[in-house]
């Protein structure tokens, strides 16, 4: 084989993402490492990743409205469009990636076993969907406006409205998790989870703006939400296709 | 004034909380009905080449007790090396196998089990060959960004002798932590410690 330069994919930013020991956040205290990462180039492991294809979306799959409802029942809720792009570092769009989502209810209820909050389920609402990104990297889904909830922390904390998103892109140094808060609200400033990301910088760029041009009228409001995977290093001197 | 460096800020990562497994493996947290199966429940669509494994393991925090929030997810080459990927421009991998496994863990206990095929060698970037291993990624309530980490086999010594990666490590007393060790027959065990005198190196990849 032809040997390539090391390091693939550009070194991670981590001063873009919260650090594994954040008291404030209580559980991060047990279940942070205490030793320092071991770095190394990536390879063909950290380079490639599993493929999803289109056909084993169902046609609600990226309906949270509808895809847990009885039939001609939907979910009870603020209506509203969750839609962007999903690029690498580079600015360039991350076509196939597989995006999975779950969240509250509109009353900030789970459904599962271990969620004790007294907010009523919906019947209607199961709370998890997936799609696989177009060509260009765009996504759209449909849910209900998550509530706010509080949960076990301090003595008095809230989760603002979010939602947790999964993406699996070309690669598994992509490999990503994190949570989309929504415009103005005020849990955001006060939430322990939010603040173990240092920067207010990188906090916005969890926040999606309502978006009314895309908003749909007498129907549903719209929310951008645009994620950023980590890209690979560009380089003249390495002639090698990129895959999906 | 320079010229800006056009690049993007990768995304914030945010832990997973209490609740992945609603989204990532819904049928496991009850939720029925939505998709038909959890992704990666299963990593073989029929007879695959190599030797058949299976991996088990649990994750612990820093005063030993097991995580039964987690979610743990693996990557790996079939048993030619070969990744099952768009990106593998090496060759044509086993069409049976996805290389690709994600567990909940047990309900009661947290233990995560893998049902896959021993890997093959892959080159690292300068041509060397690194040892058979998987790529481990593990997410849970309390984890504020993913953990990467590699699972290779104790009983790989030769192999393992020359690896990249393992030979790399400063401090060799931890190496052991990376290595799943025999449970009899194609059985492995890989437990894995977030904190603590046993804490499993990880990896910024």
Not at chain 1, 204 to 231: E, Q
Not at chain 2, 56 to 64: A, C, K, M, N, S
Not at chain 2, 156 to 171: F, K, Q, S, V, Y
Request: glycine share 10%; aromatic share 10%.
């Amino acid at each position: 084989m032809t040997p390539k330069p090391p390091g693939g994919f550009i070194a991670r930013d981590w001063s873009q993402h919260p650090p594994a020991l954040t008291p404030p956040y209580k559980t991060s205290v047990k279940r942070s490492p205490s030793n320092a990462l071991l770095s190394f180039p990536t390879s063909m492991g950290e380079e490639t990743s599993p493929i999803f294809g289109h056909a084993m979306l169902g046609d609600l799959d990226n309906d949270l409205i509808h895809n847990f409802a009885a039939p001609g029942e939907s979910a009870i809720g603020p209506r509203i469009i969750v839609y962007g792009r999903v690029t690498d570092e580079t600015g360039r769009g991350v076509p196939g990636a597989l995006v999975e989502f779950w969240q509250a209810n509109a009353g900030g209820r789970y459904r599962h076993k271990k969620e004790g909050y007294i907010a009523p389920l919906d019947p209607n609402f199961g709370g998890c969907g997936r799609l696989i990104t177009d060509e260009n990297g765009g996504y759209e889904f449909r849910t209900v406006q998550p509530g706010p909830y509080p949960w076990p922390n301090g003595m008095n904390d809230w989760r603002p409205a979010h939602i947790h998103f999964s993406v699996i892109g070309h690669a598994f140094a992509q490999r990503l998790i994190t949570q989309m808060y929504f415009e103005g609200d005020p849990l955001i400033s006060r939430c322990p989870i939010v603040a173990t990301i240092g920067s207010q910088e990188a906090i916005g760029r969890l926040v999606a703006p309502l978006d009314m041009a895309r908003t749909i009228p007498m129907d549903a409001r719209a929310y951008k939400f645009d994620i950023v995977l980590r890209g690979r290093r560009q380089s003249v001197f390495e002639n090698r296709p990129e895959g999906m | 004034m320079v010229q800006p460096l056009d690049y993007l800020k990768e995304t914030p990562s945010q832990t997973a909380g209490p609740y992945v497994h609603i989204g990532c493996t819904p049928n496991f947290s009850g939720i029925e009905g939505v998709f038909d199966t959890d992704l990666g429940a299963s990593m073989k669509t029929g007879p695959v080449k190599g030797q058949e494994i299976t991996v088990r393991g649990t994750v612990f925090d820093g005063t030993g007790t097991p995580l039964r929030d987690a979610m743990i997810e693996i990557w790996q080459a079939d048993a030619d090396g070969l990744f099952p990927s768009a990106n593998e421009t090496r060759g044509t991998a086993d069409p049976n196998f996805t290389g690709w496994g994600r567990s909940a863990g047990d309900m009661a206990t947290g233990e995560f089990v893998f049902d896959t095929v021993k890997p093959g060698r892959v080159p690292f970037h300068d041509g060397r060959l690194q040892a058979p291993h998987a790529t481990f990624w593990i997410v849970a309530r309390g984890i504020n960004i993913g953990l990467h980490t590699r699972m290779y086999f104790a009983d790989e010594e030769a192999a393992n002798a020359e690896d990249p990666i393992l030979t790399r490590i400063e401090h060799q007393n931890r190496v052991p932590t990376l290595l799943a060790k025999s449970e009899g027959a194609d059985v492995y065990r890989f437990d894995i410690h977030l904190q603590g005198p046993h804490e499993t190196i990880f990896f910024d990849i």
